[in-house]
Every structure is written in structure tokens, then in C-alpha cells.
């Protein structure tokens, strides 16, 4: 059983960045961040397959980073130029494959979830 504990959420203003992290208790090939807004399908926003290969949703390409620290059994994301659109729920992922990661209804077939961190940025 894969266990995930996110961290490094909060409040910033438009324009700032923050570090989330995902503590997990084992690694899947997949390790991966997806978001939620109230009334919206949660959505993913980037994954990283064994480490190197990373796959992100257009709309946070060029300002958002995943990294992955096997020593630490911790995967960041990087969260860079934030804007108000940013905010939501973001939840820590896994699963045994990257494929179709920022695909609608992705999340209906994802393994393994953290509880989630919230990310607020005001304009």
C-alpha cells in the first residue's frame, strides 16, 4: 500500500511561487500532482515516470517543475508565475503508469492519492 503526505501549501500573491512536496511510503513508476477547483473535475497538472520522463497539462507548462528525490522518497512540484487561475485543491498522485496523465477523467483511474494541500493565490 502506497501511502502520499503532501505539504507546501498555502497563500501567495499573483506573480509568486511555492514548493509543494509528496512524502510517499514506496514508489510507483508514476508519481504525479493533479489539482481541483470546487465544481470542476479534478484535473491533471504534471507527472514524472521513473524519475525522469515529465509530462505536464499546457497550462502550466514552462512554470511549473516536477522533481523527484528517491533518497528523500519525495517528489516537489515547483510552482513558479503563479496566477489566481492556480488556485485549487492539489493532490499528490500514484500509479504504475504515466499514460494520459493530464487526460479528462485521468483521475477516475489513478491508483494512489494523497489527502491534498490547498493553494491560494490572490491577485
Known amino acids: 500500500q502506497v501511502q502520499l503526505a503532501e505539504s507546501g501549501g498555502g497563500s501567495v500573491q499573483a506573480g509568486g511561487s511555492l514548493r509543494l512536496s509528496c512524502k510517499y511510503t514506496?514508489?510507483?513508476?508514476?508519481m504525479g500532482w493533479f489539482r481541483q477547483v470546487p465544481g470542476k473535475e479534478r484535473e491533471g497538472v504534471a507527472a514524472?515516470?521513473?524519475?525522469?520522463?515529465?509530462n505536464y497539462a499546457d497550462s502550466v507548462k514552462g512554470r511549473f517543475t516536477i522533481s523527484q528525490d528517491n533518497a528523500k522518497n519525495t517528489v516537489y512540484l515547483q510552482m513558479n508565475n503563479l496566477t489566481p487561475e492556480d488556485t485549487a485543491q492539489y493532490y499528490c498522485?500514484?500509479?504504475?503508469?504515466?499514460?494520459?496523465?493530464?487526460?479528462?477523467?485521468?483521475?477516475?483511474?489513478?491508483?494512489?492519492w494523497g489527502q491534498g494541500t490547498q493553494v491560494t493565490v490572490s491577485s
Open positions: 514524472i515516470y521513473n524519475g525522469v520522463l515529465r
Open positions: 514506496s514508489s510507483q513508476n508514476c
Open positions: 498522485a500514484a500509479d504504475a503508469s504515466c499514460g494520459s496523465w493530464v487526460a479528462p477523467d485521468r483521475h477516475k483511474y489513478t491508483s494512489y
